[in-house]
């Protein structure tokens, strides 16, 4: 099974971004995750359209976008039009969840859900056969640098066992706090892709720190 390393641009220099940019595309990262933010359904918020566009022109990898927003609905087609290839919502902001993994998928996109920390497994017992990947937070969203919550072992567990219970094909991700301490032992209970932003951005040698991380992963 792949296993996927995918840096977010959210701890990335703005400043510096196309550089930035390049330096993903030369390692051997596999996505870009890009978290989008609206200052409601977390209290932050992160870059929109313009930014995700200007950021598609120079990106050569697949674009992750995880919109932590209200009504994602009213955004999906933009959201395709400026690139995105996986298109991941919130269990939590998604009244209903079904219509909108389908719109998604009518865009051509891979679509995805992601749970917050509070959030249980089984609620994507009805779902989980239509997703492309579901997206467990380990941390609580809206802010960059936070630790890892120890539970997310045991919810990656129970997410696996529903997965081939159901004989779903998604993929589950990991994004909060992901380190070269906790990757190994995520891979080995059945995280497929990992979000890494701060401990690849403030590493003293990014390219370095993500070539480590896919290796540890692949164990």
């Not at 550089?19 to 870009?32: C, T």
Request: net charge negative; glycine share 6%.
């Amino acid at each position: 099974m792949n296993k996927f390393i995918a840096p977010s641009l959210l701890a990335a220099d703005f400043g510096n971004l196309q550089r930035d940019i390049e330096m993903i595309n030369k390692s051997e990262a596999d996505w870009f995750h890009i978290d989008v933010m609206d200052g409601v359904f977390v209290p932050n918020i992160s870059f929109g359209m313009p930014v995700i566009k200007a950021i598609k022109k120079h990106a050569k990898k697949t674009m992750d976008v995880h919109l932590m927003i209200v009504d994602p609905d009213r955004f999906i087609e933009d959201f395709k039009n400026v690139g995105a290839d996986i298109l991941t919502v919130h269990y939590e902001a998604c009244p209903h969840l079904h219509r909108t993994i389908q719109a998604i998928k009518a865009q051509g996109m891979k679509a995805g859900v992601s749970l917050n920390p509070h959030t249980p497994i089984a609620v994507l017992e009805d779902i989980i056969a239509d997703l492309d990947l579901v997206l467990i937070m380990s941390v609580n969203p809206g802010f960059g640098g936070q630790s890892f919550i120890e539970n997310t072992y045991k919810k990656v567990e129970q997410l696996k066992s529903l997965i081939e219970f159901s004989s779903s094909n998604a993929l589950i991700e990991v994004d909060g706090g992901v380190t070269d301490e906790n990757i190994e032992k995520l891979s080995n209970v059945g995280v497929d892709a990992f979000v890494a932003g701060s401990f690849v951005f403030k590493s003293k040698n990014p390219s370095e720190t993500i070539s480590n991380l896919k290796k540890l992963a692949s164990k």
